[in-house]
């Protein structure tokens, strides 16, 4: 059974409209993490929740937004997606102390 | 900041062996993953080691640590042509389990 789960797994959105990627888990995990993974590189955090903090990357950018209204569901906001934020965005989740992080399958996000 | 490094290509014979390095600069880190990617999926938990270790062996999968160069490598013995991925080395840095992902060997196994 998938333990976190990322809607949808593909999407097509239009430059500048902005555009939202959830991402749930079933593990109660405490810690829940966004990368963006763009072709052939490796993955890159852009921020991460501990609880309820939000804790941003020095290096994200602005346009990239993040909610998390419960334990379970953690959304990622592009607020006007250029064509350079074409990428997989893997969600991630860990409870504090352990050694492993649970991946989604993750969404593959295209800008036209 | 940190920084962790692959060879982006490895191609190997079904049933031989596969080695995979990765170097990394951050002295503190405290654990040392494998992940591994299939097209068009999201990351697999591999194997981890603990920087205290020197070798960690999994079925398959041996991972050896050398501290002192900041090398770590990956042997999958016996490779078949569903190991065929890529396969990332991450390090933890700071708190959180943050990951410090290198970009990516690409393992391709041929008959």
């Known amino acids: 059974d998938a333990m976190v789960i990322q809607n949808p797994r593909y999407q097509v959105t239009q430059f500048g409209k902005p555009v939202t990627l959830s991402c749930s888990q079933t593990l109660n995990h405490n810690v829940m993490y966004w990368y963006q993974q763009k072709s052939s590189q490796a993955p890159k955090l852009l921020f991460h929740y501990y609880d309820k903090d939000f804790n941003n990357e020095a290096d994200t950018p602005d346009n990239f937004q993040s909610r998390r209204p419960n334990t379970s569901f953690c959304f990622l906001d592009i607020r006007s997606p250029g064509l350079g934020d074409a990428a997989m965005y893997l969600c991630?989740?860990?409870?504090?102390?352990?050694?492993?992080?649970?991946f989604g399958q993750g969404t593959r996000l295209t800008v036209v | 900041g940190e920084d962790v490094e692959q060879s982006l290509f490895l191609s190997v014979r079904e049933g031989d062996s596969s080695v995979i390095n990765c170097t990394y600069t951050d002295s503190s880190s405290t654990y040392l993953y494998w992940y591994k990617q299939e097209p068009g999926a999201g990351l697999q938990l591999l194997t981890y080691?603990?920087?205290?270790?020197d070798m960690k062996q999994d079925q398959r999968l041996t991972v050896l640590l050398n501290k002192k160069d900041k090398h770590l490598s990956l042997r999958i013995a016996d490779t078949q042509t569903g190991d065929s991925a890529i396969y990332f080395c991450?390090?933890?840095?700071?708190?959180?389990?943050?990951?410090?992902f290198g970009a990516g060997t690409r393992l391709a196994v041929h008959p």
């Open positions: 991630a989740t860990t409870w504090t102390g352990n050694t492993e992080a649970f």
């Open positions: 080691i603990f920087s205290n270790m």
């Open positions: 991450a390090d933890s840095s700071g708190g959180y389990n943050k990951l410090i």
